[in-house]
Nanobody, 121 residues
Framework: QVQLAESGGGLVQAGGSLRLSCAAS????????MSWYRQAPGNQRELVAT???????TYANSVKGRFTISRDYDKDTATIYMDDLKPEDSGVYYC???????????????WGPGTRVTVSS
């Protein structure tokens, strides 16, 4: 079993900052990639940022220059730093991990339950 737990969501005014953290635990051999997605009411879940290594980070165009994703490879955690937040950044933010549970298993994707971010104007 693999568990992902997000933390750090909340209410912030436009222009403010938040930091979301995600910790993976359970049966994990290695994590290939960790990502952050978000879903606003009535919208589909969308990729916000993803990272496999220090040189492989990708961001949605809407957050480039404002959000930064990082990973702690020893602790199996991922953090997203969100600056200059806008009301359109509001939604439920989900952490995901693409990982191998054992040396012989296939790559599998796992999700956290999500944490809500609300940006007021």
């Amino acid at each position: 079993q693999v568990q992902l737990a997000e933390s750090g969501g909340g209410l912030v005014q436009a222009g403010g900052s938040l930091r979301l953290s995600c910790a993976a635990s359970g049966t994990i051999f290695s994590i290939n990639r960790m990502s952050w997605y978000r879903q606003a009411p009535g919208n589909q879940r969308e990729l916000v940022a993803t990272m496999s290594s220090q040189t492989d980070r990708t961001y949605a165009n809407s957050v480039k220059g404002r959000f930064t994703i990082s990973r702690d490879y020893d602790k199996d955690t991922a953090t997203i730093y969100m600056d200059d937040l806008k009301p359109e950044d509001s939604g439920v933010y989900y952490c995901s991990a693409d990982l191998f549970q054992t040396r012989h298993s296939e790559l599998s994707k796992h999700w956290g339950p999500g944490t809500r971010v609300t940006v007021s104007s």
